[in-house]
């Protein structure tokens, strides 16, 4: 620590202090005392320093404490602790590599002054064989960053990662840059087995009950070329489809495809099993399963039209595009309804002057069929007015006006996509009625009338939530245009159709009016993380309420039944259950509101994380190539022991730190004691000595 005395003044004034005191010290003793010359002599210089000492710190003088850290090289084993290092050796080969590898820290650790153990989920360990290699999957680059990261403002000297070069999530550590050097030892094998495995399985993740869908299986092959294996699919214990599949080449990936009809609806579990061959290297992976919800059916949409109009073949190209709806399209005389009960009707220019479907309309009214009213030339607004309950057009002389669209940038009730807001201000006029427009009830603009450059507070497109059936109105016909234009400007129909598309989904989709909610974050979820399910709990006004038990019990596809009971708060609305084994489970929950009890039923799966088995194949060049690129190097597990002396007489450094520290020298306890001593030497001498 250096030590060094600034001032806020000129140092210069630091004569004046002593001539100050100089000063006081000949005025006082200069005359003659009581006492002799040599008393005269030692009372002035004390009292000199004393007026002195307090003159100078009238200056305000500061101490500048140069205070040096050193903080000394820190080394970091990192150990890929994942399933791939430990498959690849027999158990006794293992077991001697984990006391190869722990004694390799042992030597490190007497060896350097700061060593930490951390594994891939950047937990801290004293010994390498406290730990298990299970971790289910591989990020070196994460890891690597981490250990930067919590390092960072420390002397970090280096890395030794210990891994098999394997990474399957995230990116490759060769991407990234490190500021300090990363020593990599291979472990593992880099030479191929003889193997069969399922790289993956390829599915739709929801299919509709009694649909046929596609289950396509990616199968690799190391060896046994002109030999056959059985691929079977199997549910709910029963075999569903068989083919035997001809290994065509040495090496190679091979794509297997299945159909299936889609049987039972809920969470399903489809398993795609392969049989085994000899002397296959591993047999965990010859088999993946699909989880595919399967639903009931699709939406049921009906479009009404009292005239043939290009609108009409554009609405439809747009539901059909989506494989949620089914669309029954129904003019005067062509056409026919394929049911009673529709999830949403499209009127397009109805009601009419001719009173078109108008027993229908009727019945879709009773029924509380969401609408979506497309207005035209043909629409009697008066009618329009009367039925629905979202709008109210007052018509001049049965006027019509060519406006433009105006986004609305207050809508929230969906997003409106970027593929849409990008050409709206580009798509032609189309024909509205021209008028006073006044919104009821919960109206809330989609999208404005726009008139030139002018953006008028007409609606051009409207949603009604509120409304005791829930209405959309398209005040203009020529949706068409749209269409068309936005191909000319894209060669694409996406902006156009997500609009429309998201407006028919908002009307469709039944509202949840249950008092008692209860299902899981994700309907599917891997065997490692836990599954968390969120509750939500009304009272008759619909408010969230709080602090109610809540009884789950879930069921595995076994019948096995687990039981829980938890009470959810403002805090916390959500239980996790962890641990679970892969499998489809149906769970039922239940809670007493207001002494009636309230129940919710659902399913959910839990897969089985199978990254580790899918490739053993050790990659060492990855290894070589990092340590390279950070100026470390590449170690077999036989060099170990070179790695172990080359860290020993490596060039790192300690790293010294230097901070400034600055106290003023009044604050200073000993300066006080020393102005006291001096005051009372002075003032007891004079007593003694016969003063005053």
């Known amino acids: 620590m250096n030590n060094r005395i600034l001032f806020e003044l000129s140092p210069w004034f630091i004569i004046i202090c002593l001539l100050a005191g100089l000063a006081y010290a000949v005025l006082l003793y200069r005359k003659k005392n009581p006492w002799g010359s040599v008393a005269s002599w030692i009372l002035g210089i004390m009292r000199f320093l004393l007026v002195s000492v307090i003159a100078f710190l009238l200056l305000g003088p500061l101490?500048?404490?140069?205070?040096?850290?050193?903080?000394?090289?820190?080394?970091?084993?990192?150990?890929?602790?994942?399933?791939?290092?430990?498959?690849?050796?027999?158990?006794?080969?293992?077991?001697?590599?984990?006391?190869q590898l722990d004694e390799l820290g042992r030597n490190l650790n007497r060896s350097l002054d700061d060593l930490a153990i951390k594994d891939l989920q950047g937990k801290d360990h004293e010994r390498i064989t406290d730990i298990a290699f299970d971790a289910p999957y591989t990020d070196l680059n994460r890891m690597i960053h981490d250990i930067g990261n919590d390092y960072e403002g420390k002397n970090l000297a280096g890395i030794i990662l210990v891994s098999d070069g394997i990474y399957?999530?995230?990116?490759?550590?060769?991407?990234?840059?490190?500021?300090?050097?990363?020593?990599?030892?291979?472990?593992?094998?880099?030479?191929?087995?003889?193997?069969?495995?399922?790289?993956?399985?390829?599915?739709?993740?929801?299919?509709?009950?009694?649909?046929?869908?596609?289950?396509?299986?990616?199968?690799?092959?190391?060896?046994?070329?002109?030999?056959?294996?059985?691929?079977?699919?199997?549910?709910?214990?029963?075999?569903?489809?068989?083919?035997?599949?001809?290994?065509?080449?040495?090496?190679?990936?091979q794509v297997v495809e299945f159909e299936l009809e889609a049987e039972n609806n809920g969470m399903q579990r489809y398993e795609l099993m392969l049989s085994p061959l000899e002397s296959e290297f591993s047999l965990e992976n010859n088999a993946l399963n699909a989880f595919i919800e399967v639903v009931?059916?699709?939406?049921?949409?009906?479009?009404?039209?009292?005239a043939p109009h290009p609108d009409l073949k554009a609405i439809r190209g747009i539901i059909e595009k989506n494989d949620n709806y089914e669309i029954d399209m129904v003019l005067p005389g062509i056409g026919e309804k394929e049911t009673e009960k529709y999830d949403l009707v499209i009127l397009h220019q109805l009601p009419d002057s001719k009173n078109t479907f108008n027993a229908e309309l009727e019945q879709l009214e009773k029924d509380g069929t969401p609408v979506f009213y497309i207005l035209g030339n043909n629409t009697n607004i008066n009618r329009f007015n009367s039925r629905n309950q979202s709008l109210t057009i007052k018509p001049m002389r049965s006027q019509r006006d060519n406006v433009f669209i105006a986004l609305n940038p207050g809508f929230d009730l969906f997003s409106i996509d970027e593929s849409f807001n990008s050409i709206a201000y580009e798509l032609p006029p189309i024909t509205v009625p021209f008028g006073e427009y006044a919104l009821k009830g919960g109206s809330v603009p989609v999208i404005y009338q726009r008139i030139g450059r002018i953006t008028v507070q007409k609606p051009l497109l409207i949603i009604n939530k509120n409304a005791a059936t829930r209405e959309a109105v398209l005040t203009?016909?020529?949706?068409?245009?749209?269409?068309?234009?936005?191909?000319?400007?894209?060669?694409?129909?996406?902006?156009?159709?997500?609009?429309?598309?998201?407006?028919?989904?908002?009307?469709?989709?039944?509202?949840?009016?249950?008092?008692?909610?209860?299902?899981?974050v994700r309907n599917e979820n891997w065997d490692n993380e836990p599954v968390i399910f969120e509750s939500e709990i009304y009272n008759d006004i619909y408010e969230k309420i709080y602090d109610q038990k809540i009884d789950l019990s879930i069921t595995d596809e076994e019948n096995n039944r687990y039981d829980y009971s938890y009470i959810i708060s403002q805090a916390n609305s959500q239980f996790r259950i962890s641990g679970l084994s892969p499998g489809v489970y149906s769970y039922q929950a239940r809670t007493n509101l207001n002494g009636t009890v309230q129940l919710n039923e659902g399913t959910f799966a839990v897969k089985q994380l199978l990254l580790e088995i899918v490739d053993l194949k050790a990659d060492f060049n990855l290894l070589r190539e990092l340590s390279r690129r950070t100026s470390g190097k590449f170690y077999t597990i036989g060099e170990i022991n070179a790695l172990t002396e080359n860290l020993q007489t490596s060039d790192a450094r300690s790293l010294i730190y230097s901070a400034d520290r600055y106290s003023a020298i009044i604050n200073l306890k000993w300066i006080f004691f020393v102005i006291m001593a001096l005051i009372t030497l002075e003032w007891g001498a004079r007593k003694y000595l016969g003063g005053y």
Do not use: C
């Open 63 to 99: 101490i500048r404490h140069i205070q040096n850290t050193i903080i000394k090289p820190s080394f970091v084993i990192a150990l890929d602790n994942s399933r791939s290092v430990a498959e690849t050796f027999p158990e006794s080969e293992f077991n001697d590599l984990v006391i």
């Open 168 to 253: 399957n999530q995230g990116a490759s550590p060769l991407y990234s840059s490190f500021g300090f050097p990363v020593y990599t030892v291979g472990v593992g094998d880099t030479t191929e087995k003889e193997d069969i495995s399922l790289r993956s399985l390829n599915y739709n993740k929801i299919v509709y009950q009694g649909n046929k869908f596609l289950l396509q299986a990616e199968i690799y092959n190391k060896g046994y070329q002109g030999r056959s294996i059985s691929a079977e699919v199997w549910n709910r214990g029963r075999m569903l489809d068989r083919k035997l599949v001809e290994i065509q080449s040495d090496n190679g990936l």
């Open 296 to 306: 009931e059916g699709k939406q049921k949409i009906l479009l009404l039209a009292g």
């Open 476 to 520: 203009g016909e020529g949706l068409w245009k749209w269409r068309l234009n936005e191909y000319l400007l894209t060669n694409d129909f996406t902006g156009i159709d997500n609009l429309i598309n998201k407006t028919i989904q908002f009307l469709s989709a039944k509202e949840d009016r249950r008092k008692f909610r209860t299902y899981p």
